[in-house]
């Protein structure tokens, strides 16, 4: 499976501005606990956040990908989640 496509797919409900995707899955080989998913680390910047809390944005996108984390696609995932006016300025 093409990660970084099921993450983007998933996301785009989000109608980001920016999606970045980072897969570091080769730094964690032979991991403890980690059962075959991989290690990424995603960028968004979406519209979709303002008036959010941080935890508020990280649980928006985890939901978004639940499935993915459930099928142990993903093992671990780092989140930053931003509006565009916190992005840009």
């Known amino acids: 499976m093409d990660m970084r496509s099921a993450i983007e797919g998933r996301l785009k409900t989000l ?3 920016i999606f970045e995707f980072q897969d570091d899955s080769h730094l964690h080989k032979g991991h403890a606990g980690n059962k075959g998913g991989g ?3 995603v960028t ?3 519209e979709a956040f303002t008036g959010m809390k941080r935890i ?3 649980r928006m996108v985890q939901n978004l990908l639940q499935d993915l ?3 142990g696609f ?4 780092s989140i ?3 509006t565009p006016d916190e992005y840009f300025h």
Do not use: C, D, M, T
């Open 15 to 17: 109608n980001p501005q």
């Open 39 to 41: 290690h990424y680390a």
């Open 44 to 46: 968004v910047v979406s």
């Open 56 to 58: 508020e944005r990280q």
């Open 69 to 71: 984390f459930a099928g």
């Open 74 to 77: 993903i093992h671990a995932l």
């Open 80 to 82: 930053k989640a931003a």
